[in-house]
C-alpha cells in the first residue's frame, strides 16, 4: 500500500555532543566544544533514493568514529516498502471511507528515519522526508493500488 | 552600551547558519556535498564575553578557512551589528526578536558598500534569564 510522494525529496541531520565533533572539525575545531547541536540541511533530490543514499553516506561519516553505540532505522511504510506496524498511528478523519495516514511520530511525510543511541542519549537523528503534499485518502490509494493490478 | 544590560542575572547563547550551498566552491564547500545550510546552536554560557567571543572566534574560523581556499577576487569578511534598542544607533538588519543582542553576517567582501548584502553566513547572539541549572564555565 505505497504511495509516491509527488514532491522532491532532502535531508535533515540533527547532531548532538560528540556527534557534532566530525562536523566542528571542518569548520572551527576550537569552537568545537561550545557546540551543543549541528542541524544540517541537504539539497533537494528529484528521487528519494538519491536523498536516502546521501543521507546514509552522511550518517555513515559521522557515526565512524562513535563508539558503543546503536543505530536503528526506519522506514515509513507508506513510501518505502517496510512492516505495516511501522506507522505510528492511522487517524479515521471525517467519515470510513476518508483515512488519513499520520506516520513516522507525526509527520506524515517522513520518508525514512535513522537514530543513533548511546545508551539512553539519542546522538543523532537523520531524516529522509519528502516536500509536503495533499496526501491522498485511504480509499483512493486502494483504487490506485488496484488500477496498477489490473493494468 | 552592552554595559547597560543586566548581564549579570542573564545566561547567553549564540545561532550561526552557514550557507554551504552559496559559498564560492572550495574545500569547505566539498566536504559537506549536498548540503545547503548547517546550524549550530551553542551550549549556555553564563559570561557574556564568553559568549562573544566564542562566536567570533567560531566565525572568524570560518571565514579564514574558507579564504584560505579561494583566490584573492572571492574573499569574505564579517560585519556586526547591535541591536539598535541597546544603542539607539540604526542598524541596517531589522526584525530583531526579543532577547537578540547581536548579529554577525558573512558576506562577500566586494558587497561590503552595497547597500543590501547576500550573507552566506549568520551568527546571532541572545540572552536569556539565568536559569537554576547555569553552566558557571
Redesign the interface.
Given at each position: 500500500m505505497m504511495i509516491t510522494p509527488p514532491t522532491k525529496s532532502f535531508y535533515v541531520v540533527h547532531a548532538q555532543g560528540e556527534a557534532t565533533d566530525q562536523i566542528m572539525e571542518k569548520l572551527s575545531p576550537s569552537t568545537a566544544a561550545d557546540i551543543k547541536e549541528i542541524i544540517m540541511i541537504s539539497a533537494d533530490f528529484p528521487e528519494d533514493i538519491q536523498a536516502q543514499n546521501e543521507m546514509d553516506s552522511t550518517v555513515k561519516k559521522l557515526s565512524s568514529k562513535l563508539e558503543n553505540i546503536t543505530i536503528n532505522t526506519i522506514h515509513n511504510p507508506l513510501y518505502i516498502p517496510a512492516s505495516a506496524e511501522q506507522i505510528d498511528e492511522v487517524l479515521e478523519a471525517d467519515g470510513e471511507d476518508n483515512f488519513r495516514f499520520i506516520g513516522m511520530e507525526g509527520n506524515p511525510f517522513t520518508l525514512k528515519s535513522t537514530r543513533i543511541f548511546r545508551g539512553n542519549e539519542d546522538i543523532l537523528e537523520a531524516r529522509v522526508a519528502c516536500h509536503a503534499f495533499d496526501l491522498p485518502s485511504y480509499s483512493e490509494i486502494i483504487r490506485l493500488q488496484e488500477n496498477k493490478v489490473l493494468n | 552600551m552592552i554595559g547597560a544590560i543586566s548581564l549579570n542575572k542573564s545566561d547567553f547563547v549564540y545561532t550561526a547558519t552557514?550557507k554551504v550551498?552559496d559559498l564560492h566552491d572550495c574545500k569547505?564547500k566539498s566536504?559537506?556535498?549536498?548540503?545547503?545550510?548547517?546550524?549550530?546552536?551553542?551550549?549556555t554560557?553564563a559570561n557574556y564575553f564568553d559568549c562573544s567571543n566564542?562566536v567570533r572566534?567560531?566565525m572568524d574560523?570560518?571565514v579564514n578557512?574558507v579564504n584560505s581556499e579561494l583566490p584573492k577576487g572571492h574573499q569574505y569578511m564579517i560585519t556586526s551589528e547591535v541591536n539598535p534598542i541597546y544603542t539607539g544607533i540604526e542598524s541596517k538588519s531589522k526584525e530583531w526578536v526579543a532577547g537578540e543582542l547581536a548579529r554577525m553576517w558573512m558576506f562577500e567582501v566586494a558587497q561590503e558598500d552595497a547597500v543590501s548584502i547576500q550573507a552566506v553566513g549568520q551568527a546571532r547572539v541572545y540572552m536569556m534569564p539565568k536559569g537554576p541549572g547555569s553552566d558557571p564555565n
Open positions: - | 552557514i550551498a569547505t566536504e559537506f556535498p549536498g548540503i545547503t545550510d548547517i546550524s549550530i546552536n551553542s551550549r554560557f566564542s572566534s567560531f574560523n570560518v578557512k
